[in-house]
């Protein structure tokens, strides 16, 4: 049973809460800005020193007798929507689901375990998305500008189409060692050091490399290389299955080799664990990783910044938990003090979710305590297994 989309049990509750942060939104709004027109970032003082602007001090002068005036203002207003709001948030659920309804049916993700086995893809960060005037105490600015960014560049580089190159090696050629293969192998000492810095040697294609064959994805293309080089590369949408006689995959960002363009940077770095034998290649790279099935961002505390990125994501991943939290006054077991934001924990799965639950930390002390941080469990549909049973998926992500 899929969970129900809104937090609120019906539509009149729902409704009410609505009016009620709809009134303490103005006054909330001009304490942000009587704040944040004090506090500069380094950014923002260095544009000014370059540009040679004299009117900042009249700037801030100015700016803060009138956001002052306009809070008091509406104080009397966010102050009727608190008594109407706060009381509100003792049958809130403590999170937001949202479905994409117009996501197609291939976009929704789902495994089949062949062999017992399914590989997934997990993605956690730390956004800081606070109230502008707050996130300027951590130097940084205009989180709605930031949040917008973030999600465009998450779903792009989500939803980019992956390469995939197959190389067929010459019949006298058997498997390439590590020493041959298409990616250089260092033996590092270090434990997760950069020691040396190192290309794909890709001019080396007389045999193949002994790597695992990845399940094929909707928006992949394949390039086939022939051994003889006497035909040109073909490139063609990739099939669901890999014949098992294929020599060799190599996966590959796309735009990976293209280092010479601007805001696309690529290195490739090897480390070596205590005890491994082989070097593990990693790679830095300025697109967002693409085979992402479960992502879990920290700190979007600021609810418009979690609206825009639950709009910018919500396409590409299609189940959005949001806005996770309590607020207000709870009871002493569930939290111990009055809680001004959220968890700040923010959930997109391409996996319909079937259950989650919040458990906020009770014991949280100094600035902390003004944040409902805890941990969020969900359970999730990832397909049917060799049974066509229903395989479900259990996760848990914390503030």
């Not at 009410?16 to 942060?21: F, Q, S, T």
């Not at 300027?136 to 980019?160: D, E, M, P, W, Y």
């Not at 806005?323 to 700040?344: L, W």
């Amino acid at each position: 049973m899929a969970l129900r989309l809104s937090p609120f049990p019906n539509v009149f509750l729902a409704g009410l809460h609505a009016v009620g942060w709809a009134l303490i939104l103005p006054c909330f709004w001009f304490l942000d800005r009587l704040i944040a027109v004090c506090k500069s970032t380094t950014l923002e003082r260095i544009k000014r020193q370059e540009q040679e602007c004299y009117l900042y001090p009249f700037q801030v002068f100015f700016g803060s007798i009138i956001f002052f005036i306009l809070f008091l203002v509406s104080a009397p207003v966010a102050l009727l929507g608190f008594l109407i709001w706060a009381p509100l948030q003792a049958c809130r659920r403590p999170f937001s689901y949202h479905i994409e309804t117009l996501l197609p049916l291939e976009r929704e993700a789902r495994h089949n375990f062949e062999g017992g086995k399914a590989t997934f893809g997990f993605v956690t960060a730390n956004l800081c998305l606070l109230p502008d005037s707050l996130a300027r105490f951590n130097n940084l600015g205009h989180t709605q500008r930031r949040a917008t960014t973030i999600g465009k560049c998450i779903a792009q580089g989500v939803s980019r189409p992956h390469i995939r190159i197959f190389i067929d090696s010459p019949s006298s050629c058997g498997t390439l060692s590590a020493s041959s293969s298409l990616f250089h192998t260092t033996n590092s000492a270090g434990y997760g050091a950069t020691d040396k810095q190192t290309k794909p040697a890709v001019n080396d294609t007389s045999g193949s490399v002994d790597r695992e064959v990845p399940a094929a994805n909707p928006n992949s293309h394949v390039v086939h290389i022939p051994c003889d080089n006497t035909k040109e590369p073909a490139i063609e949408p990739a099939i669901e299955t890999v014949p098992p006689t294929t020599p060799a995959v190599v996966n590959m960002n796309q735009n990976s080799n293209q280092h010479g363009e601007a805001g696309d940077w690529n290195v490739d770095l090897h480390s070596q664990g205590p005890g491994e034998g082989d070097a593990v290649p990693w790679e830095i790279s300025s697109l967002f990783l693409a085979n992402v099935d479960i992502l879990c961002l920290e700190e979007v505390f600021d609810k418009r910044a979690a609206w825009k990125l639950r709009d910018a994501l919500g396409p590409v991943f299609g189940h959005i938990l949001y806005d996770v939290g309590v607020y207000a006054c709870q009871t002493p077991v569930c939290c111990s003090s009055f809680k001004f934001f959220n968890s700040g924990l923010f959930l997109a799965s391409r996996f319909p979710v079937l259950e989650a639950q919040y458990h906020c930390f009770p014991n949280s002390r100094g600035e902390d305590a003004l944040a409902a941080k805890g941990l969020l469990c969900a359970k999730v549909l990832i397909g049917q297994n060799h049974k066509q049973e229903k395989a479900k998926g259990k996760f848990a992500v914390s503030s």
